[in-house]
């Protein structure tokens, strides 16, 4: 039976590379062959399948867990997911998602952040969609490896008790972080890998970044 890399997150985990000044929202097929997952599943000989979406938030990767997990129920697979930024709303009108981290959504976002959004609370429902996806995938005996593509946690990590029973209960080992709550951007500025000007990786970031987890995971977890 094939293995499968099933990839859950935003542009960091779609990929992008502005070689040809391409803006963040316009991504094309190449993007997701140059993407970490892309690299990580030929260092492990894994089919990836690379769900990434441009500028959605914790909500709509949590429901893209659950879709896929019964979509790909007979085959052998881990789930990755790379949590992205606490202040993206998404919601679901007209059986359509909307996405606060969408340009093409711009009077939706302006009104999330002008009467909606307030940080403590943002933070709160990401705990929750992780923590949901976490007892979600361990009580179907699934894989998986959380990561983030940049440091979202550490401004409130423990600095609230009413949400720190929620803490409490994520397994933070199966999280990957670099020195401290840092993820994928801060790990290939300080390894001296360059950023485009939307603050995403080279396809050389994200290699080396997967050769990295590769390292660090094979015959752990991968």
């Known amino acids: 039976m094939d293995k499968h890399i099933l990839a859950i997150g935003c542009s960091y985990t779609i990929g992008h590379d502005n070689t040809n000044q391409r803006v963040v929202r ?46 790909y129920k007979d085959k052998d697979f881990i789930v990755m997911v790379m949590w992205s930024g606490l202040h ?7 059986d359509k998602w909307i996405h606060s981290g969408q340009g093409k959504f711009e009077n939706f976002q302006r009104h999330h952040y002008r009467f909606e959004h307030d940080d403590q609370n943002a933070y709160y429902h990401t705990i929750l969609n992780m923590l949901n996806v976490q007892n979600f995938l361990k009580q179907k005996n699934i894989k998986y490896l959380f990561l983030t593509h940049r440091d979202i946690l550490s401004e409130f990590y423990q600095k609230h008790e009413k949400i720190s029973y929620l803490e409490e209960n994520i397994d933070w080992n199966n999280f990957y972080f670099h020195d401290g709550f840092k993820g ?18 080279y396809k050389e970031g994200y290699r080396k970044y997967a050769e990295h987890l590769y390292d660090v995971f094979n015959g752990k977890l991968l």
Do not use: Q
């Open 184 to 201: 994928c951007m801060e790990w290939c500025t300080e390894n001296g890998l360059e950023l485009n000007d939307t603050k995403h990786p």
């Open 26 to 71: 316009d991504f094309v097929e190449d993007d997701k062959l140059s993407s970490w997952p892309s690299w990580l599943g030929k260092l492990t000989d894994r089919t990836c399948v690379n769900y990434g979406e441009n500028g959605v938030g914790s909500f709509y990767m949590a429901n893209k867990v659950y879709e896929l997990v019964d979509k």
């Open 88 to 94: 993206r709303y998404d919601m679901i009108k007209d």
